[in-house]
Structure formats: C-alpha cells, structure tokens
C-alpha cells in the first residue's frame, strides 16, 4: 500500500510541475507576443501619486481607473500611477479601501500628471459604491497574497494588549505559530528562517523580543503590511516560504501629531509632522517594556535579605526612524532606519570579612543581548510618464551575545586573592547591499517591473572570547571559534503583470540569483508565474508556480526560542535550500462586501538542515558543518479564507488542512516524519465591530492540532564502562521509537478586547480592555517525564509519569491611548 501511494504522489508531483512549466512557457508567449500590437488611437498617459489628503502619506494598491471604459491600474509601492488612455473627455476615479472615492473630469489632449488626494472615512458606513470601486480578490493575477490594514490590526485582541504585525499574520490560513505565545511564522511547511522578513525592503534576520512572544514591528509606525505565501513575483527572492513585506509611515506633511500608549508591560510613542510643509516631513517612533525598572526595588530587596547588593532585570526597546524629503514633484529621497535590542542582566557584589584585617569582594554578572539595526536610503525617479525607478542603499545588522563574568578582589590587596574571570560568545550577520528597481507600464494591459541588486554577507558564526587571571598567575586571553564567512548573493529579474482581453491575467517573471563564497558560486534561474481566469465577474480561477532558492540557513535549537540560532551561508558541504510550489484555487466576491477564496498548493523543499541527533549550539565545535544533516521536506493542504472588509463589522474566518513532512538520511532511520509544526487543522476566526465613533470591540478564537513531538517509549539503565568507569549501572538511556510520533493536546483560545474613544479639547483618548485566553484554557506549551514516588512497599517505589505544562492562564489586560 505505501508503494502504492508513494508511485502516485510521484505521478501526481510529475504531472503538476509538467503542467505548471507548460502554463509559465504559455505565460512567456503571451507575455512576448501578446497585447503589444500599434493602435492607431491616438492614446496619452495620466500618470501621478494618490495621497492621504489629511497626512500626504502614499496609500500603497490604491486604485485608479476610467469609470467609462473600467481600465485601470494601481498605484506602487510608493504611491505613483501611470494609466494609458486615448485622447478625448474621461471621468477618472481614485479609490483606497476606508477612503472616500475622488473623481476628476478630464479632457485627456497630452500627457497629464495629476495627483489624487483623498480623504473622509467609510469605516463605518455600509457604501456599496466604495467596495465596487476597489479592487476586488478575483480579478487580482496574484493569489497566496493576503494583506491586513494596521487600522485592523490595532483592534485586534493580543496577549498583554501589546497589539502585534506577525500575530495578526498568524490568523490568516497557511500561517501557524510555533507555540504558545510565540511571533515566528510557519508558512506552508516553512521554517522561521524560510521568511524573507523586509522593513522597507530591508531584511530583518530576528523579528522576536522576549523570547519570541513578541515581534520587533511596531504597529504605531507602519503603513503597510503585506504577506505572500506562493506564486511569487519576480522581484523578491532569497528565502523559500513567505515574504512578509513591512512599510515604515513617511511623516506627515501637513501638521504636526503625536500618538501613544500606556500599558501593562510597554509605553510608546510616535511623533510626526512636517520639516518643510508639503516638502520634508519626519516621523520617530519608539517603544520600551519597563517590567526591569518597576521590579527593581523588589529585587533588591530581595538580595539584600540574602546579604548581597544585586540588581536584575530584563527589558526590550524599539526605535524607528524616518525623513522623506520631496525635492521636485518627480525625485525623492527617504532616509528610514530601525533599532531595537533585548537585554537581560544580572550584576551582584557581596563583601565579607575574611580575616581579622582583610575584606573580601566578590563580583558577578551575567548578560544576554540581541538586537536588530536597520537601514535604508531611498531614491525615487518619475523618469518618464509610464518610467518610474527606485534606487536604494542598505545596511541590517542582526547580533547576539552571551557572557558571564566575576572578579574577586581583597582590601588591603591580596594578589594570592585577587581573581578575574569573564567569558563572551558573540554570532551575528552583517549585510550591505544596493539595488535598483524600474517599473514600465506602456499600457494598461501591461506592468513591467525589472531590476537587480547585490546583498554583501558577513557571516559571524561563533566567537568565544575567554580572560581571566588567577592568584598573581599569568594571564589568559584567547579568541577561538568559528571565522567570519564573507559572500555576495546578487540577482536580476524582469516580470510582467499582463492582461489579455478581458478575462485573463498573470503575473510571469523570471529571477536569477547566484552566490558566492569561499570558491564556491552557486546559480539559479527561477520561473514564477501566477494567473486568473474570470468565470464572470464576480468568479475566478487561478493557479501559480513558482521556483525559490535560498543561499542562508538558519541553524535552529528546539525548544523556547533562545536566539542562539546562527546564520550561516550556503557551502560546498551544505548546499543552498531549494523549493518548488504549484498551487490551484478559486476566488469570488459576492453580497457586494464579502470576499471568498479556496486555494491548494503541493510544495517540495530540499536541502534543508537539522542538528544531528545530540547537537546543539551548546555542544561548541569550531566547524559548524559537522553538526548537521542534511535532508528534504515536503508539505500540501488546502486553505479557506473568507473575508469582509467593508461596513460595521469586518473580520475573516481562515482555515487550512495540511500535511508537512521532513526526510533525513539520518534521522530516524532515514524514515519520513512529520515536522514538528505539521498542524492537520488550524482554523481562527477575527471579528471586529464598531458600534459608533466611541465604542469599538474584537474578538478572535483559533484551534489548531497539537504540536507533534518525540517521547520515548522505554528506558533503561546505562552501563558506566568510560576507562575510569566504576563499573556500576549509572546513566539513563532512553528509546525513542519514531521522530516526533507523539501529538500534544489541541490548542485552543479566545481572545476578546473593547475600545472606548473619547475627542478631548486637545487629545482624543481610547481606554483598552480585554483579555488574553479568555476561558482560561490550559494549552500545552511542553512535555516532561517526571519522576513519582509511590507509597512505601509498594512494587516500585518510583515510577514516570508524563507532565504537561502550560504557560498562560487568562491574562486580562488594561491600556490607555492618546492622540493629538
């Protein structure tokens, strides 16, 4: 029976990439020959950027169409349009969703620059003609694409009211977390470190504080947020599973505002307003948790009772920064950057009498910091009215460190005494890189992006540095670990959104990417290519494939997410990661407000790394190669998601069925099994409603399969026979049968949160309440076998029992917010 379905999944796995080549080369063909015949129409372009009137902040999608002739186009990610028309009398309609449309008369004789502004709210109103007037899901070329407006997602319920980017992303189908509480993404099958995680186009290698239970994104200083799951287009590339694409706010050009928040673990804010009015603007936002400073005195004093001067604590910061400087209504620079750091520390002294006439000090510390800093310098050109280009200079650092130190000294000084001792293990990676970016639109039927760029890697896998002194001995000073690894990834790519008649279109592209590093240079050339059918209307049918090569792994431990996790590039030994994905689905508007899309998608993974059984980033070793194996993945399932976005109440219901299995040649005897993550069920449900301007309210629920993890099934009692061995039975030796053959308990929670505003004299406020895990549900969070002791003659007086441990009981939460 196995072999059975093993030939069919082959059959089935040579069928869909047969057939989904044959829909990129048929993509290829109508993008070369298809819909660039002359017209003899004398046609002229309308071209220009659509702005929030309020704040000049771009509105990224929005559309802009004839209401004639329904050609149209949507604005860039940096809010330029350009529609081809031909000449004579047009009404021109500019729409954003939770904005008033704005039309303009125009009596198109040459090549017209014309900015949109708009303004007004719909939020809470059910207008039939705004949801018509913006795009809809089926007519989109894309699919796997899912997009959440930060309004939305600061309304969503979240654990200690910290609203949050990647738990908001977590609610949409194909997207698993990892465990309770965690911000990391699982993407179809995915790994963490298969998400191209972009802030303004600049990776961000660790997007956790705390742990993992909350995200480095700051919802009070971004525009936009954007997921894609499959069918990638062309111009990203670099990871496997996901791009979630983050875009920072410009500053607003108008007036000056400011917005913030206090709450039970962070206080935030965000001040914004004009350099020049209408030229230069800026915005800076910041955030920090203040749990260190409030405990303080209670830590203190609590080492005080135990005769020592000591301090603890443990804190996480964000900053983000922008300038967008608007020199001439075509060029314009922006200067944004990123800076945040988790730190933990712990520092005692203690001071006794050692003798009738000498004092002793001892000194001890303990720190573990990580942090991400980002940087982005941009440049835009209109070269022409349908030329628009994009030049951009990047830095991103991520690093870690851990270290430990203590110093013993003697008053009056004792050099038989005196000791010094620290230790520091650092990782990071480094990146530069600089790229330019073109999109052509001749006509409305077609959107040519193209572009390349080079991302120069320094990878810093391990260094330990080791001092100490001891007694008036000589000194030890020694740096030891694994070298910096240097490399370049560069890429090209050229891809085509084109509409032919009225009823097809796709997105088709092609990306080559190469690396390379320490003499070894790897290509690839990678077909992508998404497209719809319209059915009618309101129906549409769609299908994707697309090819991903990934040159950076992420050496992962299990467990709670510490982040010594290292990134290290692809080698001889440890070759670049590789996927293909095919999906299939449809997609359908109906009762004018509510949008409907089913998808399937099959996605093969190879080259991927574990730890060999037994290692850890805690094992050492200068070669990191030597401690992982090296296998494949593969992962399929179906997604629902349902969605209204329009009237008093708006939410989605996503759920996703899947299977995702890893294969190692020396993992469980070289047998399949399923991931860690593999999660047969997740389904969640958003709802938000507003009840009037003053009064909003949330609510989500989510139910997922339980987490797949190994136990063992039977124990025995080792053998000491080292050659010092007493020769007595001594360590535990356990059997596992299978990897991950054991299912936790289904996870499940609801999570609800109200709103209350109020317009001040000078402020508007909103008071937030709500609860995390409402019903108190008592989800896994680990295993262990833990020993019991039974009653005196009994059998056995000690026998194992498994254990499950939760993390969070209901956790209500209170927060107050302020603008002005």
Same mark, same amino acid.
């Given at each position: 029976?196995?072999?059975?379905?093993?030939?069919?999944?082959?059959?089935?796995?040579?069928?869909?990439?047969?057939?989904?080549?044959?829909?990129?080369?048929?993509?290829?063909?109508?993008?070369? +020959?298809?819909?660039?015949?002359?017209?003899?129409?004398?046609?002229?372009?309308?071209?220009?950027? @659509?702005?929030?009137?309020?704040?000049?902040?771009?509105?990224?999608?929005?559309?802009?169409?004839?209401?004639?002739?329904?050609?149209?186009?949507?604005?860039?990610?940096?809010? +330029?349009?350009?529609?081809?028309?031909?000449?004579?009398?047009?009404?021109? %309609? &500019?729409?954003?969703?939770?904005?008033?449309?704005?039309?303009?008369?125009?009596?198109?004789? $040459?090549?017209?620059?014309?900015?949109? $502004?708009?303004?007004?709210?719909?939020?809470?109103?059910?207008?039939?003609?705004?949801?018509?007037?913006?795009?809809?899901?089926?007519?989109?070329?894309?699919?796997?694409?899912?997009?959440?407006?930060?309004?939305?997602?600061?309304?969503?319920?979240?654990?200690?009211? =910290?609203?949050?980017?990647?738990?908001?992303?977590?609610?949409?189908?194909?997207?698993?977390?990892?465990?309770?509480?965690?911000?990391?993404?699982?993407?179809?099958?995915?790994?963490?470190?298969?998400?191209?995680?972009?802030?303004?186009?600049?990776?961000?290698?660790?997007?956790?504080?705390?742990?993992?239970?909350?995200?480095?994104?700051?919802?009070?200083?971004?525009?936009? @947020? =954007?997921?894609?799951?499959?069918?990638?287009?062309?111009?990203?590339?670099? #990871?496997?599973?996901?791009?979630?694409?983050?875009?920072?706010?410009?500053?607003?050009?108008?007036?000056?505002?400011?917005?913030? *928040?206090?709450?039970?673990?962070?206080?935030?804010?965000?001040?914004?307003?004009?350099?020049? $009015?209408?030229?230069?603007?800026?915005?800076?936002?910041?955030?920090?948790?203040?749990?260190?400073?409030?405990?303080?005195?209670?830590?203190?004093?609590?080492?005080?009772?135990?005769?020592?001067?000591?301090?603890?604590?443990?804190?996480?910061?964000?900053?983000?920064?922008?300038?967008?400087?608007?020199?001439?209504?075509?060029?314009?620079?922006?200067?944004?950057?990123?800076?945040?750091?988790?730190?933990?520390?712990?520092?005692?002294?203690?001071?006794?009498?050692?003798?009738?006439?000498?004092? %002793?000090?001892?000194?001890?510390?303990?720190?573990?910091?990580?942090?991400?800093?980002?940087?982005?310098?941009?440049?835009?050109?209109?070269?022409?009215?349908?030329?628009? &280009?994009?030049?951009?200079?990047?830095?991103?650092?991520?690093?870690?460190?851990?270290?430990?130190?203590?110093?013993?000294?003697?008053?009056?000084?004792?050099? *038989?005494?005196?000791?010094?001792?620290?230790? =520091?293990?650092?990782?990071?990676?480094?990146?530069?890189?600089?790229?330019?970016?073109?999109?052509?639109?001749?006509?409305?039927?077609?959107?040519?992006?193209?572009?390349?760029?080079?991302?120069?890697?320094?990878?810093?896998?391990?260094?330990?540095?080791?001092?100490?002194?001891?007694?008036?001995?000589?000194?030890?000073?020694?740096?030891?670990?694994?070298?910096?690894?240097?490399?370049?990834?560069?890429?090209?790519?050229?891809?085509?959104?084109?509409?032919?008649?009225?009823?097809?279109?796709?997105?088709?592209?092609?990306?080559?990417?190469?690396?390379?590093?320490?003499?070894?240079?790897?290509?690839?050339?990678?077909?992508?290519?998404?497209? #719809? /059918?319209?059915?009618?209307?309101?129906?549409?049918?769609?299908? *994707?494939?697309?090819?991903?090569?990934?040159?950076?792994?992420?050496?992962?431990?299990?467990?709670?997410?510490?982040?010594?996790?290292?990134? @290290?590039?692809?080698?001889?030994?440890?070759? !670049?990661?590789?996927?293909?994905?095919?999906?299939?689905?449809?997609?359908?508007?109906?009762?004018?407000?509510?949008?409907?899309?089913?998808?399937?998608? /099959?996605?093969?993974?190879?080259?991927?790394?574990?730890?060999?059984?037994?290692?850890?980033?805690?094992?050492?070793?200068?070669?990191?190669?030597?401690?992982?194996?090296?296998?494949?993945?593969?992962?399929?399932?179906?997604?629902?998601?349902?969605?209204?976005?329009?009237?008093?109440?708006?939410?989605?219901?996503?759920?996703?069925?899947?299977?995702?299995?890893?294969?190692?040649?020396?993992?469980?005897?070289?047998?399949?099994? !399923?991931?860690?993550?593999?999660? #047969?069920?997740?389904?969640? %449900?958003?709802?938000?409603?507003?009840?009037?301007?003053?009064?909003?309210?949330?609510?989500?629920?989510?139910?997922?399969?339980?987490?797949?993890?190994?136990?063992?099934?039977?124990?025995?009692?080792?053998?000491?026979?080292?050659?010092?061995?007493?020769?007595?039975?001594?360590?535990?030796?356990?059997?596992?049968?299978?990897?991950?053959?054991?299912?936790?308990?289904?996870?499940?929670?609801?999570?609800?949160?109200?709103?209350?505003?109020?317009?001040?004299?000078?402020?508007? #406020?909103?008071?937030?309440?709500?609860?995390?895990?409402?019903?108190?549900?008592?989800?896994?969070?680990?295993?262990?076998? =833990?020993?019991?002791?039974?009653?005196?003659?009994?059998?056995?007086?000690?026998?194992?029992?498994?254990?499950?441990?939760?993390?969070?009981?209901?956790?209500?939460?209170?927060?107050?917010?302020?603008?002005?």
């Amino acid at each position: 029976m196995r072999k059975v379905a093993a030939n069919f999944l082959t059959i089935t796995k040579s069928v869909l990439i047969r057939s989904m080549k044959t829909f990129v080369c048929a993509c290829l063909v109508a993008l070369l +020959f298809g819909n660039f015949s002359p017209s003899f129409a004398q046609n002229f372009i309308l071209s220009g950027f @659509v702005e929030d009137a309020s704040s000049g902040e771009k509105l990224i999608g929005a559309n802009v169409f004839d209401k004639e002739s329904l050609k149209g186009t949507s604005a860039n990610l940096y809010g +330029f349009y350009s529609l081809t028309l031909p000449a004579g009398n047009h009404t021109i %309609i &500019a729409s954003f969703v939770g904005f008033e449309p704005t039309s303009v008369e125009i009596d198109l004789q $040459k090549n017209v620059t014309l900015d949109f $502004k708009l303004g007004g709210s719909l939020s809470l109103k059910e207008v039939v003609v705004e949801a018509e007037q913006t795009s809809k899901i089926q007519e989109e070329s894309q699919m796997s694409v899912a997009k959440i407006p930060i309004q939305t997602i600061q309304k969503i319920p979240a654990l200690f009211g =910290e609203r949050d980017v990647l738990k908001a992303l977590q609610l949409l189908p194909g997207v698993q977390s990892g465990s309770e509480g965690s911000s990391g993404l699982y993407v179809r099958g995915g790994g963490p470190d298969q998400n191209l995680m972009l802030l303004d186009g600049v990776p961000v290698y660790n997007a956790s504080h705390l742990f993992g239970f909350f995200s480095v994104f700051n919802p009070d200083a971004i525009n936009s @947020v =954007e997921l894609i799951k499959g069918g990638f287009p062309a111009h990203y590339g670099g #990871r496997l599973s996901s791009v979630v694409d983050i875009r920072m706010k410009e500053g607003n050009m108008k007036e000056f505002h400011g917005n913030g *928040s206090i709450g039970i673990v962070s206080s935030k804010l965000t001040l914004e307003g004009p350099i020049v $009015k209408d030229k230069a603007s800026f915005i800076v936002s910041g955030r920090r948790t203040y749990i260190d400073i409030l405990s303080r005195p209670i830590i203190r004093n609590q080492f005080k009772r135990d005769g020592i001067d000591g301090v603890a604590g443990y804190y996480f910061y964000d900053l983000n920064g922008k300038v967008n400087w608007k020199i001439t209504d075509k060029d314009r620079i922006y200067l944004s950057t990123y800076l945040g750091d988790d730190k933990f520390y712990l520092d005692t002294e203690q001071e006794y009498q050692y003798t009738a006439t000498q004092r %002793i000090s001892d000194q001890f510390g303990v720190n573990l910091n990580w942090g991400n800093l980002t940087t982005a310098l941009r440049y835009n050109k209109v070269i022409s009215p349908n030329l628009f &280009a994009n030049f951009t200079a990047t830095y991103s650092r991520y690093n870690f460190s851990v270290g430990q130190s203590s110093k013993t000294t003697s008053d009056p000084t004792d050099a *038989s005494i005196n000791q010094n001792f620290s230790y =520091e293990y650092s990782s990071g990676i480094y990146d530069w890189s600089g790229r330019a970016d073109f999109d052509y639109i001749p006509n409305t039927n077609h959107h040519i992006k193209f572009g390349g760029g080079d991302i120069y890697h320094t990878f810093i896998p391990g260094i330990n540095v080791f001092n100490s002194s001891f007694g008036g001995a000589s000194d030890i000073d020694t740096t030891f670990g694994a070298s910096r690894i240097f490399g370049h990834e560069y890429f090209i790519y050229a891809e085509d959104d084109i509409k032919i008649g009225s009823r097809f279109k796709a997105n088709v592209g092609l990306h080559f990417a190469g690396f390379v590093s320490n003499n070894n240079h790897f290509k690839s050339l990678q077909p992508r290519a998404s497209g #719809r /059918y319209l059915i009618n209307e309101l129906l549409s049918v769609k299908a *994707s494939y697309a090819e991903m090569q990934q040159y950076i792994h992420l050496l992962t431990n299990a467990g709670i997410g510490l982040p010594t996790d290292l990134w @290290v590039p692809a080698t001889e030994n440890v070759k !670049p990661q590789y996927s293909r994905q095919v999906a299939v689905g449809i997609a359908q508007s109906f009762l004018e407000k509510f949008e409907i899309s089913i998808e399937g998608y /099959y996605k093969w993974m190879n080259n991927l790394i574990e730890y060999k059984e037994g290692a850890s980033f805690f094992t050492g070793g200068t070669n990191w190669e030597d401690q992982v194996e090296l296998g494949r993945g593969w992962s399929y399932g179906a997604e629902l998601f349902l969605q209204k976005k329009v009237g008093k109440t708006t939410g989605w219901i996503g759920y996703t069925l899947s299977w995702t299995t890893r294969q190692f040649d020396n993992l469980n005897f070289g047998k399949p099994f !399923p991931y860690r993550y593999d999660r #047969r069920h997740d389904l969640s %449900i958003v709802l938000v409603h507003e009840f009037n301007e003053r009064i909003d309210v949330a609510a989500t629920w989510v139910y997922g399969t339980g987490n797949a993890v190994s136990l063992p099934l039977e124990r025995y009692a080792g053998l000491d026979i080292g050659p010092y061995s007493s020769g007595f039975l001594s360590n535990e030796v356990q059997h596992f049968e299978e990897r991950n053959g054991y299912r936790m308990a289904a996870y499940h929670r609801l999570d609800v949160g109200v709103n209350f505003h109020k317009k001040k004299k000078y402020w508007d #406020r909103t008071w937030s309440i709500g609860a995390y895990n409402a019903y108190s549900r008592k989800n896994p969070f680990f295993l262990n076998f =833990e020993s019991q002791f039974n009653a005196p003659g009994s059998p056995n007086t000690e026998s194992k029992q498994l254990v499950q441990y939760s993390l969070f009981p209901i956790i209500p939460y209170i927060s107050y917010g302020f603008k002005f």
